[in-house]
């Protein structure tokens, strides 16, 4: 929804002063301009991506109809979730919660969890590291260790589809300048000379107006997936160095961002209520 209200925001601003101006409307419609401009930008991006990358980017647009999915309600379930298996750790050993970690889906506290079930990402993350506490076999530095090098990647990884559409919008404006190019040098010099203006116009418009922004609401997206595992992150490594679950929850939960995090009282209230 912000995506729609934000292009609308854009086109009825830059349409509406054109407008005032005593700007014909009409005049901006230049179709040819559009398909040497968009053709040459997408035909750029695809020569400069890989598959993985155009597919992500092609499927980014309904993230960003969608918005982010991570509010303060979704931190709190997960860290409602850390506490149940913490909690469940400190009274039965580490050992009880291999059921839960091998079949996260089949297991009554995950259950309680259906925001958590879906994102199979977080998911794995705390299966993993959970199944690694489970085995002993590594001390809290190296498991942290493992879990910046894992988390780098995943920060690269996320990053090369809000790269790649950052550097289309770079380039349309070049390509505006070509689409112009190409309207001057027509054998009907006069006739083309304001099509060609308007592909330089369009050219801008869709990089500093649309694709630019596009790709930066991603990036804002991918800090907030960031920061989820980074919640578990800091919550694992506490419960590991031996800290009682609701403080184990506490190192979590300052780790979120302040529009996210929820009060410690807040908090509590909600993890009573999911026990009950």
């Given at each position: 929804?912000?995506?729609?209200?934000?292009?609308?925001?854009?086109?009825?601003?830059?349409?509406?002063?054109?407008?005032?101006?005593?700007g014909?409307?009409?005049?901006?419609?230049?179709?040819?301009?559009?398909?040497?401009?968009c053709?040459?930008?997408?035909?750029?991006?695809?020569?400069?991506?890989?598959?993985?990358?155009?597919?992500?980017?092609?499927?980014?647009?309904?993230?960003?109809?969608?918005?982010?999915?991570?509010?303060?309600?979704?931190?709190?379930?997960?860290?409602?979730?850390?506490y149940?298996?913490?909690?469940?750790?400190?009274?039965?050993?580490?050992?009880?919660?291999?059921?839960?970690?091998?079949?996260?889906?089949?297991?009554?506290?995950?259950q309680?969890?259906?925001?958590?079930?879906?994102n199979?990402?977080a998911?794995?993350?705390?299966?993993?590291?959970?199944?690694?506490?489970?085995?002993?076999?590594?001390n809290?530095?190296?498991?942290?260790?493992?879990?910046?090098?894992?988390?780098?990647?995943?920060?690269?990884?996320?990053?090369?589809?809000?790269?790649?559409?950052?550097?289309?919008?770079?380039?349309?404006?070049?390509?505006?300048?070509?689409?112009?190019?190409?309207?001057?040098?027509?054998?009907?010099?006069?006739a083309?000379?304001?099509?060609?203006?308007?592909?330089?116009?369009?050219?801008?418009?869709?990089?500093?107006?649309?694709?630019?922004?596009?790709?930066?609401s991603?990036?804002?997206?991918?800090?907030?997936?960031?920061?989820?595992?980074?919640?578990?992150?800091?919550?694992?490594?506490?419960?590991?160095?031996?800290y009682?679950?609701?403080?184990?929850?506490?190192?979590?939960?300052k780790?979120?961002?302040?529009?996210?995090?929820?009060?410690?009282?807040?908090?509590e209230?909600?993890?009573?209520?999911?026990?009950?």
């Open positions: 929804m912000k995506l729609i209200i934000g292009m609308v925001l854009v086109v009825a601003c830059v349409a509406g002063g054109f407008v005032l101006a005593h014909k409307l009409m005049a901006l419609w230049q179709p040819f301009e559009i398909l040497i401009i053709g040459a930008a997408f035909g750029a991006f695809v020569i400069a991506n890989p598959g993985t990358v155009i597919k992500g980017a092609l499927g980014s647009f309904g993230q960003l109809l969608k918005g982010s999915k991570h509010n303060k309600k979704s931190y709190m379930e997960l860290l409602a979730l850390m149940d298996l913490f909690t469940k750790a400190r009274k039965e050993g580490l050992m009880a919660l291999e059921a839960d970690i091998d079949e996260p889906e089949n297991s009554p506290i995950f309680k969890y259906p925001q958590i079930l879906k199979h990402h998911l794995g993350f705390i299966a993993d590291y959970l199944r690694l506490m489970v085995g002993g076999n590594m809290p530095f190296e498991i942290e260790n493992l879990m910046d090098v894992e988390l780098e990647t995943h920060h690269h990884e996320a990053e090369k589809v809000p790269a790649a559409i950052m550097a289309v919008s770079d380039a349309l404006p070049g390509f505006g300048i070509v689409a112009a190019v190409l309207g001057i040098v027509m054998e009907e010099l006069g083309h000379v304001a099509a060609a203006l308007v592909g330089t116009f369009l050219g801008i418009l869709f990089a500093y107006g649309f694709v630019g922004p596009m790709s930066t991603l990036s804002h997206m991918n800090e907030d997936d960031s920061k989820v595992f980074e919640c578990i992150k800091v919550c694992l490594l506490a419960s590991l160095n031996g009682a679950p609701q403080i184990a929850v506490e190192f979590g939960r780790a979120l961002y302040s529009h996210n995090r929820p009060g410690f009282q807040e908090l209230d909600f993890v009573k209520g999911k026990a009950e």
